[in-house]
Structure formats: structure tokens, C-alpha cells
């Protein structure tokens, strides 16, 4: 099986967040890119306070000093670097990472077995 393209690394803007919709094992999912330099990580897009996304509208999402991630629904705040929640209703909690690597420019799903069967930035 091969590796699954994302984006180019670039799409990911520096300090801030992309969003993709794929399939990933048989299911549609939302999934979310933060980046700060030469690092990105890659989460579900779902606050695991109530499930819902985090972006207050789709692709459109908050974030602060390039290194947090904000549910727009209720201000709950994650650190880019492990999905973890330093501040709001779910304090302590962590998103979903999706594991991903970056090759000559291009982000790639790090794992085939968890990969999306389509991705559309």
C-alpha cells in the first residue's frame, strides 16, 4: 500500500492551522494541521469536550502566539506540540494525533494502517 499525500508543508501556514476531510478506516473524518516552523502536527478535528469540530466555521480556525490551538465553541485552549488542553472545560484532556511525517516539502500520513483513503485540503 502506499503512502498517503496530504498537503504540500507549506499549505500549513506557519503558526497557524489547516483543516483536510478524509476518509480514514472506512470513515469520513475531519482532521486538522498546526504548525509552528519546521514542525507539524496533525489531530482529529473534534474538541473532546463535546465532539464537535474546533473551527467556528469550516477551515476557519484560532490560534495564539503559534503555539495554541483554540475550540472556537468554548475557548478551550491545546498546545500544538501534543494536542494536550492547558485551559478550559477540558483541562487536562488531549486531541486525537494523527501520525504524519514531512518528506522533500510534502506531508505524509506516517502510518498506512491508519491512513485516509482520500484527503482534500
Known amino acids: 500500500m502506499a ?11 506557519d503558526g497557524g492551522a489547516l483543516g483536510f476531510e478524509a476518509t480514514l478506516r472506512g470513515q469520513a473524518t475531519a482532521l486538522i ?7 507539524v502536527w496533525v ?10 469540530p474546533l473551527d ?15 475550540c472556537a ?6 498546545r500544538f506540540e501534543d494536542g494536550h488542553c492547558i485551559d478550559g472545560p477540558c ?3 488531549n486531541l486525537d494525533s494523527v501520525p504524519v511525517y514531512e518528506q522533500d516539502g510534502v506531508l505524509w ?3 498506512v494502517h491508519n491512513a ?6
Open 3 to 13: 503512502d498517503i499525500r496530504l498537503c504540500a508543508f507549506d499549505q500549513v501556514p
Open 33 to 39: 494541521a498546526v504548525r509552528r516552523g519546521t514542525q
Open 43 to 52: 489531530y482529529r478535528n473534534r474538541c473532546p469536550h463535546f465532539s464537535i
Open 56 to 70: 467556528y466555521q469550516p477551515g476557519l480556525f484560532s490560534t495564539y502566539q503559534t503555539r495554541l490551538l483554540m
Open 73 to 78: 465553541h468554548h475557548g478551550a485552549m491545546f
Open 91 to 93: 483541562e487536562g484532556a
Open 109 to 111: 500520513l506516517a502510518e
Open 116 to 121: 485516509p483513503e482520500q484527503v482534500h485540503p
